[in-house]
């Protein structure tokens, strides 16, 4: 099969050689040199046993422990369901067969946002209106959710928020009644000192008509 114009492929090892070298080349390829069947590389005839134990012995992987051809080792290493991976939500490391499985648990997390006071899934951080809609300006910076590591369920943020919401409620409780008592006293100085008058001007009456 011609491989370009000036060009032909050696049917032994699959190069591509010119024409005018490929007689040549032909001649030393089918002497000399081999493709392996099973892998597809290139060896020298006096090597292939050598190339057959050392690259095609089995080999065990240090993650799985399962025992694979050593020239497929470095493509398994890749994919290997034992493999580690790190866990961009709280950066911790979790077998690839499992991964899935934790993100899905572990970007359902929620974290208070300190801009809206609000707790936002860890999935929806990058996506959180307080976040896209904050006015960015020199200097500033876009409130990030804060987390805290004594709260690490959805449940026990749940728990904190309504604690959060009731110490508001009691709070707002406590001034209204001291609102209400700063407008009591007034009233009752004034009704006291109105009764002092009136006695005040029941004594005068009293001493005019004894006169």
């Known amino acids: 099969m011609e491989c370009e114009k000036d060009e032909k492929e050696c049917l032994n090892c699959g190069a591509s050689i010119s024409l005018g070298n490929f007689t ?3 001649a030393f390829c089918v002497r000399n040199l081999v493709k392996c069947p099973t892998c597809n590389s290139v060896v020298p005839k006096v090597s292939f046993e050598e190339h057959s134990i050392q690259e095609h012995a ?6 799985c422990k399962m025992r ?4 497929k080792l470095a493509n398994h290493q890749g994919t290997c369901p034992a493999r580690l991976i790190v866990c961009s939500y709280c950066e911790l490391e979790f077998p690839a067969n ?3 499985e934790h993100v ?3 970007s359902s997390r929620t974290e208070l946002c300190s801009g809206c006071r609000k707790f936002v899934m860890l999935r929806d951080l990058q996506t959180h209106a307080c ?3 904050y006015p960015f300006e020199s200097g500033t910076k876009k409130p990030e959710p804060t987390g805290d590591p004594d709260f690490t369920s959805d449940l026990e943020l749940a728990t904190r928020l309504q604690y959060m919401e009731l110490n508001q409620a009691v709070s707002k409780l406590v001034k209204t009644e001291q609102a209400s008592m700063n407008q009591e006293v007034p009233r009752k100085s004034y009704t006291q000192a109105h009764r002092k008058s009136l006695c005040v001007k ?3 009456r009293n001493c005019t008509s004894d006169r």
Request: charge should be negative; charged fraction near 35%; include cysteine.
């Open 68 to 71: 694979i051809p050593k020239f």
């Open 202 to 204: 029941d004594r005068n």
């Open 131 to 133: 976040v896209l809609s």
């Open 98 to 100: 499992s991964y899935e």
């Open 104 to 106: 899905d648990r572990c």
């Open 24 to 26: 040549v080349h032909e």
């Open 58 to 63: 089995l080999t065990r992987c240090e993650v």
